[in-house]
């Protein structure tokens, strides 16, 4: 039997959940800039005052999204390695330009540190979890940068993934690549990162025309 406090609480979580799925198709829709919690209360079907209760704000909303896009990163990433028998560079960076490209308005928010409380402890740990794998992946992975966050060359592929799915999604990679296969050329530099950093053979492949 469900007690008067139990569907109460219950009834607590579905709201959040329902306000933060929501704010992800409102993003998806119309991006940040219109953006507002009276419009993802309606989506929602809760009351006007439902994300100032279950959020404080505007941006403890977002930040929660940008939260849940950061483990949804993770689970991938996770579940590219495994699948691939352990992490490497070339799984780790496709993934992540994959993710990127697959969710470009949550991807956006998710580095927009002006829209989200950058300091809440949900979504630091949550950007931890993102980058643990590439950080165990790089080959100076007991190095560290100042302020003692990851590793230079973690940082650096990190770096080179997220510029990938810029140039990517701009289409200035395109425009480059003239009549390759993005996709391909996307993989290739990849490999070629992967062979600058650790050292390995790049796969004697080059992006098809």
């Known amino acids: 039997m469900t ?3 139990a569907a109460a609480h219950a009834e607590t979580l579905d709201g959040r959940e ?3 799925a929501a704010a992800r198709a409102e993003i998806a829709e119309t991006g940040l800039a219109h953006l507002s919690l009276r419009s993802i209360a309606r989506r929602a079907e809760v009351s006007h005052a439902a994300p100032t209760y279950h959020f404080g704000d505007r941006a ?3 930040t929660a999204v940008a939260a849940e896009g950061f483990t949804a990163l993770a689970v991938a990433l996770d579940h590219a390695s495994a699948e691939a028998g352990g992490p490497s560079l070339r799984v780790l960076g496709r993934t992540y330009v994959a993710f990127g490209l697959a969710e470009p308005a949550l ?10 409380h950058a300091d809440d402890p949900a979504l630091r740990a949550a950007q931890a979890d993102s980058l643990a794998l590439l950080s165990r992946t790089a080959p100076d992975a007991g190095a560290k940068v ?7 060359l973690t940082l650096v592929s990190w770096a080179f993934a997220h510029g990938l799915v810029a140039l990517t999604r701009d289409g200035a990679l395109q425009a480059l690549a003239q009549n390759a296969d993005t996709g391909q050329l996307v993989d290739h530099l990849i490999d070629v990162l992967d062979q600058a950093l650790s050292g390995t053979p790049t796969p004697p492949s080059t992006p098809a025309r």
């Open 146 to 152: 100042p302020g003692d966050i990851v590793s230079p």
């Open 60 to 62: 403890g909303l977002l």
């Open 107 to 116: 991807f956006d928010l998710m580095f927009r540190s002006g829209e989200l």
């Open 3 to 5: 007690t008067p406090d």
């Open 18 to 20: 329902r306000l933060l």
